[in-house]
């Protein structure tokens, strides 16, 4: 059984910085792509960033140049450092793991608040 574990959300002023972390444990397909997804409140669930096992990565245009995606394979954790933050980054931040082998395999953490004021 695979489990997303996440932290490191909290209350920032407008302007500041947060990082969020995500580990994985379980057994894991080394080819995948971690990646982060928000939702705002009444709003649908959109992606933020995603980064393959390969490295490369992938941005929301509102997010570009502020928000940083990275991943520690070894340690099956993925971060997001989000800088300048503005107050409509508030939502709730989810992590997502997902690959195909046979069938699509798709998990996702509970969840972290993320709360920035103007």
């Known amino acids: 059984q695979v489990q997303l574990v996440e932290s490191g959300g909290g209350l920032v002023q407008a302007g500041g910085s947060l990082r969020l972390s995500c580990a994985a444990s379980?057994?894991?397909?080394?080819?995948?792509?971690m990646g982060w997804y928000r939702q705002a409140q009444g709003k649908q669930r959109e992606l933020v960033a995603v980064?393959?096992?390969?490295?490369?990565?992938n941005y929301a245009d509102s997010v570009k140049g502020r928000f940083t995606i990275s991943r520690d394979s070894s340690k099956n954790t993925v971060y997001l450092q989000m800088d300048s933050l503005k107050p409509e980054d508030t939502a709730v931040y989810y992590c997502n793991l997902y690959w195909t082998a046979w069938r699509v395999y798709d998990y996702w953490g509970q969840g972290t608040q993320v709360t920035v004021s103007s």
């Open positions: 379980g057994s894991i397909f080394s080819i995948n792509a």
């Open positions: 980064i393959m096992s390969s490295g490369s990565t």
